[in-house]
């Protein structure tokens, strides 16, 4: 963060403030308002964060004007091209792209930590079968804190590591296990000779009897969507991780907060709602009559997959998902998908909309992503898991530069009070 030298002027009744300005390396100048309260004694009012930089961080970088997104310096787009996910795991974890040792000692690290201790089967067991697997993957992974507890000192930076690798790998695990506990299949155990994208994929799909043959297509789409998700900012759910790691508390429990969070429909529970949605819609015919309701101020319904808080332009990941989807398709002969093609004339339509121009909507992350998995054979309820798995890297690597930051403060927001005064205790009798 750039000391500039330059100041905010800040008057209000008998106060004049000067707060100090910083300069980010891309982006928006930041007004310091750590002392306004101190000084001013009055708070900033900012419910949702729609202003509020609530962290310096080197991680991510959105343009949302531009609709650009980079990680660590690099846009996605050339990652999702040219990288494959651990790659992309080990740049945002570590800052910068590994050299060929360095990947390869870590895909080994990875590979060799993706089985569960056994003993987690039995929490799998204390599930009805037909628990949502958001709820069995928030579950499983908060009771790593009783399993792994020599990964969960914070304050050490090995302990730390340790942890970070032990989620990375595990995640497909515990989301296949969920799939298949869901559907009242076996368990497939992780393979050490298989990539990441391709051990998640059999481990949903293949059964004890038979072989199971990955499709190397669904695998590097597989790969690329987990790319696509990895880490996004300072959003809802990394948001939450970094509030309840501020109090110290272990890494599997605040990741599992942030599998919370995202299961909100508003956030990564979108791709469901999303292709829900499609399907609702059924036809082209149809369209018009969900962007009325989804414009009329009187009916909550919005469109699933549309807007974004950051991105008034295309969501650059929406863009290589839409090329994945047609891709995708075409390779496994999946020709006029009418979920794509109710996708593509919603897209057509809402953009030509003078509201959706506005307002600055356009499809996210969210909008055909849904069509992809639905494609390679996942309910739709596996969409949000999905995206749990490969956030984990985006929100352990939050976590990481949070600890690690020597000035780093439980977090404390504080509010705007517009309850009652104090007033006395009334007995029942004189109510
Ligand atoms: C993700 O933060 C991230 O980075 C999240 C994410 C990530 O990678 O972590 O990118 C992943 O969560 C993507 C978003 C997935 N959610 C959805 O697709 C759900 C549908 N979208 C919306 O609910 C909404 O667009 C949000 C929640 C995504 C953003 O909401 P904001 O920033 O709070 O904006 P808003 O609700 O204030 O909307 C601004 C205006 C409103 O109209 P007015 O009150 O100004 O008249 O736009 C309208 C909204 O009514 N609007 C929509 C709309 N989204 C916003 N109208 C119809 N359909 C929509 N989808």
Redesign the pocket.
């Known amino acids: 963060m750039a000391e500039t030298g330059k100041t905010a002027k800040l008057s209000f009744g008998d106060k004049e403030l000067e707060l100090p300005i910083h300069s980010p390396t891309v982006g928006p100048d930041v007004i310091d308002i750590r002392k306004l309260y101190a000084q001013g004694d009055v708070f900033t009012y900012d419910p ?1 964060f ?1 202003s509020t930089a609530a962290c310096d961080s080197t991680i991510t970088f ?1 343009d949302g004007d531009k609709g650009e997104l980079l990680h660590r310096g690099y846009p996605i787009d050339q990652l999702a091209e040219k990288s494959h996910f651990l790659e992309v795991c080990y740049l945002l974890l570590y800052g910068e792209l590994p050299s060929a040792s360095e990947l390869e000692d870590f895909e080994s690290r990875v590979t060799n930590h993706t089985m569960l201790h056994e003993q987690m089967v039995y929490f799998y067991r204390g599930f009805r079968r037909d628990a949502h697997p958001m709820a069995i993957m928030t579950g499983v992974v908060g009771a790593m804190s009783a399993f792994y507890h020599d990964s969960t000192d914070v304050s050490d930076p090995w302990q730390r590591e340790v942890a970070s690798i032990r989620l990375i790998a595990k995640m497909p695990t515990i989301a296949a296990w969920a799939y298949k506990f869901s559907i009242g299949q076996p368990f497939v155990y992780p393979r050490n000779d298989l990539d990441y994208a391709s051990n998640f994929l059999r481990m949903c799909f293949a059964v004890p009897a038979e072989e199971y043959e990955v499709n190397p297509i669904l695998a590097r789409a597989m790969d690329r969507i987990f790319t696509l ?1 990895a880490d ?2 300072q ?4 948001s939450t991780v970094r509030l309840a790691s501020s109090s110290g508390a272990n890494p599997f429990a605040c990741i599992a907060a942030g599998i919370a969070c995202l299961w909100g ?4 529970g ?1 791709n469901q ?2 292709l829900e949605m499609l399907r609702e819609i059924g036809t082209p015919d149809r369209i018009p009559e969900f962007i009325a309701r ?2 009329d ?1 009187n009916d909550p319904f ?9 991105y008034k332009n295309f ?1 650059p990941r929406a863009k290589v998902m839409k090329q994945s989807a047609d891709e995708v398709l075409d390779l496994l002969g999946i020709e006029n998908n009418p979920t794509l093609q109710v996708a593509k004339e919603l897209e057509k339509m809402a953009l030509e909309d003078p509201y959706f121009a506005e ?1 600055k ?1 356009y499809p ?4 055909y992503s849904g069509i992809i998995l639905d494609a390679m054979g996942f309910p739709t309820s596996m969409f949000t898991p999905i995206f749990a798995l490969a ?1 984990t890297v985006g929100w352990i690597s939050q976590w990481k530069e949070m600890i690690a930051d020597p000035q780093m403060k439980i977090g404390r927001p504080r509010q705007l009070y517009v309850g009652e005064t104090r007033r006395d205790y009334v007995d029942v009798e004189d109510r």
């Open positions: 949702g729609t959105i998700h996004h900012e959003n809802a759910s990394t429909p508003a956030h990564g979108a709602a999303c989804a414009k101020k919005r469109l699933m997959g549309f807007g974004h808080r950051v969501d307002k909507l996210n992350v969210d909008f956030r």
